[in-house]
């Protein structure tokens, strides 16, 4: 078989316990090895594994892609229904995966208007299965970033956001643009993806010229996206104006609060809440007090306090 007739496949997709119906290579040197075979499973150890590698993609034969993508669309499908007899952590890594995943599709090709799509319905379908599901944020949550995977941290913003638009009232109030506060959340750092900036770092310990990128990646972000026309309003302006400030000390335009949407601001909330857990691994009690001192004047007081009931109501934090 030559190299290039492998299949990849995107590790992300790999969750849960069920047994794979194909044969599973990482690419190691031009070669491909098989790592993980046909009726083995991804549960336990094996993915800790390839994520501590930042391995994002597999390989399949192409004899396989068929039972690849129904292995793929029945774990998902049998994650969402709320009947299901499989504990809500499987359900959560499985679902957490599946998002992931179609956040990294968009992100590869924002011009595929299909993978776009695909995730707007899957986002509305990650709303359901956080508001019917007392302990789905929690076991989201609970899923580690080993690796600081910039799609991971746009579910986890997702998940965030969702809690802080719950206690807001905005289930009720606006539940048309969920689907696109979820979609926004996952591709919000849209340009890191393809500027390769070491995004996680503090910004006192970027070169100068990573500072400039990261500094201006909200507009890079919406600039790589200009003329493509079904990108949601909601979801651009997430991406444009996520790292703005309500005092108008944040980037890349300077706002001031009475510019920003309410729902924007949830997700710049989210977000830099994530950046203490994720990327600065402080723990979340202590990230939520930081958070209020540290960044105090520069996120609405409305939305700290709702995250914070969020995380409690939600069983995340205790007191
Ligand atoms: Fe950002
Ligand atoms: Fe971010």
Known sequence: MSANEYIPIRVSTLRGDLKIPFDAYVKVASK??????????FEGDRLVRLKKKKLKKMYILPEHEEPYRRYISESIEAAFDNNSDKSIEDRAAVIQGAQQAAAEDVMENPEDQHSYHLAKKGSAKYVEFILNNSEATKSILAIKNADNDLAHHGVTVSTLALGIAKELGVVESQPQLLDQLILGSLLHDFDHYHSGIPYSLPLQEMTDEQRVI????????????KNLQHFDQLVLKIILQHEELINGSGFANKML???????????STANAFDRYITFQNVPVKDALKTMLIEK????????????QLALKNQGVITS
């Open 32 to 41: 491909h090895i098989l790592f993980c075979r046909q009726g083995d499973s």
């Open 214 to 225: 990261y500094l201006a990646h909200p507009q890079s972000g919406v600039d790589r996206l």
């Open 257 to 267: 609060e009475k510019d920003l949407d309410p729902l924007v601001l949830t997700v």
């Open 296 to 307: 105090m004047g520069l996120y609405p007081l409305a939305q700290m306090k709702a995250l």
